[in-house]
């Protein structure tokens, strides 16, 4: 069973900085785009970073110089480290991989997602 799985997620001051993680299982990911996308109450769920399994990556317009995405392809994991972080960025954050960078960053070809952390800033 192909599984992605998150951790890190947690309440954070307006300012402070979280790091998640994301491990998979079930097969090898190395060659598959891997990312994170976050869904606020009432909103859809937005692009937050992308990272392929060659090291490129998107990032969303809102975290850019934020957020840095590093990933481990012996270790199947992608990571998120989150620098000053702000009340908007308050999300559940969910990893993501699928096999085309283009279709993970638009959210039309990713094949498994997880289930999902809660990122909480408070003002």
């Known amino acids: 069973q192909v599984q992605l799985v998150e951790s890190g997620g947690g309440l954070v001051q307006a300012g402070g900085s979280l790091r998640l993680s994301c491990a998979g299982s079930?097969?090898?990911?190395?060659?598959?785009?891997m990312g994170w996308f976050r869904q606020a109450p009432g909103k859809q769920r937005e692009l937050v970073a992308v990272r392929s399994g060659g090291g490129s990556t998107n990032y969303g317009d809102s975290v850019k110089g934020r957020f840095t995405i590093s990933r481990d392809n012996a270790k199947n994991t992608v990571d998120l480290q989150m620098n000053s972080l702000k009340p908007e960025d308050t999300a559940v954050y969910y990893c993501?991989?699928?096999?085309?960078?283009?279709?993970?960053?638009?959210?039309?070809?990713?094949?498994?997602w997880g289930q999902g952390t809660q990122v909480t800033v408070s003002s």
């Open positions: 993501a991989a699928g096999r085309s960078m283009v279709g993970v960053t638009l959210m039309s070809d990713v094949e498994y």
């Open positions: 079930g097969r090898t990911f190395s060659s598959y785009a």
